[in-house]
């Protein structure tokens, strides 16, 4: 068993190594999100605070502090950019390594709790070459930390419960809590460990309540510390205001999408409603040992209830947020399931009887994971290829790599300020600390957004890479005739105040 543990440890470092391989070219994929904890990370480590330099428009355009988005990534980020490390290198490593240990970490929890060597390298296999895995792990997000954090949640507190470890119920509070201040969705790895514990625990009432308090109040800390500094700052813990963006998945079509999304992940070139299918088949043999008399013992298993737990309250968390916010629920929000989603299934699909029952021969197996496989490694190798040869994803392209706009900013030394409708990404690739423009449903606070930039001497940069109907357009601006053209490039254009 110690040798397929250092199997599945081998496997995990050439995963990793081929994704680094193939990011390496253009680094770490950044996006608008990634700018804001990126800057906090950097203004923390040079002793400004969590700030974001990714300055909004609120009449006076004052740096925001880091409220939005919690901080352990950022902190985390922060620790090695003061080492000496570059500021968007740090995630492409840190990423990478968190690929090879979730994945290790996927495959170790299956061959621990069914001692198959096939198994578990089937559950680790597919976690490396599923799309969802890949693409968080390439970019400077923070979903890679929040799996690593509540996996290693969910050992110990399996650890707890079988062994009566009170030092594994403390580090599975500790991470729980990290989790919460990673994404604050980490609110259901407290509250899936604190269902586990009152519930699927064999000690007595007083026992299952005095831990569940523990666990409570230990991964708690971590938020409630967040908080408070949130409300010395802004006057409230944790998010002042949420935009409200309609979309049309909002609501029930949200459930639809999010069946769509997740079947799409493992049959990426089947027909739609195909995949629906196959997916629906698979859950439904999962979950039948649940409603068969005699055959519910498969799910007396620790991994199995923590997990399933989990994913039931992520899952309910996540389709209740989104229809509050308008968000569609889709890949990234759901990225982070992959883990238990792949343990529950295999481990669901090893013990059912039905399929034991079936002894399918080797030819037939083999057959079925040639339709299950490839597909995926279909489209991980000309995910693979594109980001070689074009750049990841947001800022990390080619397409940024090249512009005559930021090439020009970069090389003319300004002491004015910028005002563009790509804020975030004049943060990033130059010098500047960009504000951006105002919305288009605040169009009596133009008079004021003029007066501001003529204080500041300001240039207006406009970006075509960037699409943001919300800000004042490039034409509304022009058509005030307070502004006059002075440089313009193939992808961009640099504007002044008339004075």
Not at 421 to 446: F, H, M, S
């Amino acid at each position: 068993m110690k040798k397929s543990y250092l199997y599945l440890a081998i496997i995990s470092i050439a995963g990793t190594l081929a994704l680094g391989l193939v990011t390496y070219p253009y680094g770490v994929g950044v996006t608008p999100d990634s700018v804001n904890y990126l800057s906090a990370a950097r203004n923390f480590a040079d002793g400004s605070g969590l700030f974001t330099n990714v300055i909004r428009w609120n009449s006076r355009y004052e740096a925001i502090p880091l409220i939005y988005w919690p901080p352990f990534f950022s902190l985390v980020v922060a620790g090695f950019y003061k080492l000496g490390f570059s500021l968007t290198g740090i995630p492409w490593l840190l990423n990478l390594v968190l690929f090879g240990l979730n994945s290790y970490l996927t495959g170790f929890f299956i061959l621990k709790t069914s001692d198959s060597k096939i198994a578990g390298g089937l559950g680790y296999l597919i976690f490396m070459i599923v799309y969802p895995s890949y693409l968080i792990h390439s970019q400077a997000w923070s979903e890679p930390l929040f799996i690593t954090l509540y996996l290693g949640a969910f050992y110990f507190l399996e650890r707890y419960l079988d062994n009566d470890s009170r030092s594994g119920l403390v580090i599975s509070g500790l991470l729980a809590g990290l989790s919460w201040v990673t994404r604050y969705a980490g609110i259901t790895v407290a509250a899936g460990a604190l269902t586990i514990i009152l519930f699927f625990n064999r000690r007595n009432w007083g026992e299952k309540i005095k831990a569940a308090f523990v666990y409570g109040i230990i991964s708690i800390i971590p938020i409630a510390l967040w908080g408070y500094r949130n409300y010395r700052l802004l006057g409230t813990p944790i998010i002042k205001a949420v935009p409200r963006i309609s979309q049309k998945a909002a609501g029930f079509p949200n459930l639809i999408l999010m069946i769509q999304t997740i079947a799409g992940w493992f049959s990426p070139y089947y027909p739609p409603a195909l995949a629906v299918i196959l997916l629906l088949g698979v859950l439904l043999v999962c979950l039948s040992p649940l409603i068969r008399p005699g055959t519910r013992n498969i799910y007396n298993k620790r991994v199995l209830q923590s997990l399933l737990t989990f994913l039931v309250v992520y899952l309910t968390f996540m389709i209740i947020s989104c229809y509050l916010m308008r968000f569609a629920l889709a890949t990234r929000f759901l990225s982070v399931i992959l883990p238990p989603l792949l343990i529950v299934v295999i481990l669901s699909l090893m013990g059912n009887t039905a399929v034991a029952s079936l002894k399918l021969s080797r030819p037939t197996l083999s057959l079925m994971l040639v339709l299950l496989l490839s597909p995926m490694l279909i489209k991980a190798a000309n995910w693979g290829n594109q980001v070689f040869t074009e750049g990841n994803s947001g800022y990390s392209t080619k397409v940024w790599r090249e512009s005559e706009t930021i090439k020009w900013l970069n090389k003319y030394q300004q002491d004015r300020v910028l005002f563009s409708n790509g804020n975030d990404a004049l943060v990033l690739l130059t010098k500047y600390r960009a504000r951006d423009l105002p919305i288009q449903k605040e169009k009596q606070r133009l008079a004021r957004f003029w007066d501001t930039v003529r204080h500041f001497n300001g240039l207006i940069v406009y970006l075509d890479n960037i699409k943001r109907p919300h800000h004042i357009s490039e034409a509304e601006l022009a058509a005030s005739g307070r502004i006059t053209q002075v440089f313009s490039f193939s992808d961009g254009r640099l504007y002044e105040l008339k004075y």
